[in-house]
């Protein structure tokens, strides 16, 4: 889709995004125990990024609030750091099906645990969830430069692997309605997973590695390329 923002495109390759190799190492049983999960359950796993997003924060609570008794549901809910105490009391004193972090260190675990991903659009975030497999309901960031991470969302919108909730129209009555359906119909969570790996490119790193190895030997007439001197510090 950004081939036609470039004046020459001969020499352009797409490799996606590179994404941890660890994100893949994830496994459903050991994170269920890490997150202090119920194998019987579905998970949802939402997070706002490493600064958190209270606009999701408080569609979440809101969310569960409603599905409550009605949806089985349990959740990862990451926080940030601001809001992190106020939502784990709301979390606690309404006795809400939802395990509370300021900031979660095993994204990889966290992943494997979600069977719905709720979060921003940003490029790296769907690299992963893509790779993963995780079926999503996206809320692009409204104030992204040029409004890229609405695109972003509609990448995989259209490929039928993600929903988008604009940041707008985001209330816990419409995420919790977007999460009953989903949740209550297997097939189409299926198929939005394999969608997701279609989207997904495993070997991003790879590739940019090969273009650059190629790219700097032709550069050097074909010779290998020498490793620049490093001066020696005490």
């Given amino acids: 889709e950004a081939r036609r923002y470039f004046p ?24 269920l125990r890490e997150f202090h999960l119920d194998p019987a359950r579905p998970t949802l796993f939402v997070f706002g990024g490493s600064l958190g997003a209270k606009r999701i924060n408080g569609a979440a609570v809101d969310a569960l609030r409603r599905l409550k ?7 990862i809910l990451q926080t940030g750091r601001d809001e992190y105490e106020s939502v784990k009391q709301t979390v606690e004193k309404e006795e809400l099906p939802a395990t509370v972090l300021p900031f979660v260190k095993k994204m990889h675990l966290a992943y494997a645990a979600a069977d719905l991903v709720v979060c921003r659009a940003g490029a790296m975030t769907l690299a992963e969830i893509a790779v993963c497999g995780r079926p999503s309901i996206l809320v692009p960031y409204p104030f992204a430069a040029h409004d890229h991470q609405r695109v972003n969302a509609a990448n995989l919108a259209d490929r039928g692997a993600a929903v988008v909730i604009e940041d707008g129209e985001l209330t816990g009555e419409r995420l919790a309605q977007e999460i009953a359906r989903l949740l209550s119909d297997r097939t189409t969570l299926s198929r939005m997973s394999a969608n997701a790996r279609l989207f997904a490119r495993p070997d991003a790193a790879a590739r940019l590695a090969t273009s650059l190895v190629s790219w700097a030997e032709g550069n050097a007439g074909g010779a290998a390329v020498e490793e620049p001197a490093v001066e020696e510090r005490n």
């Fill in 69 to 75: 008794g009605r949806v089985d549901v349990q959740c």
């Fill in 8 to 31: 020459r495109r001969d020499h352009l390759k797409i490799t996606g995004n590179p994404v941890r190799a660890y994100i893949l190492a994830g496994e459903r049983e050991p994170a």
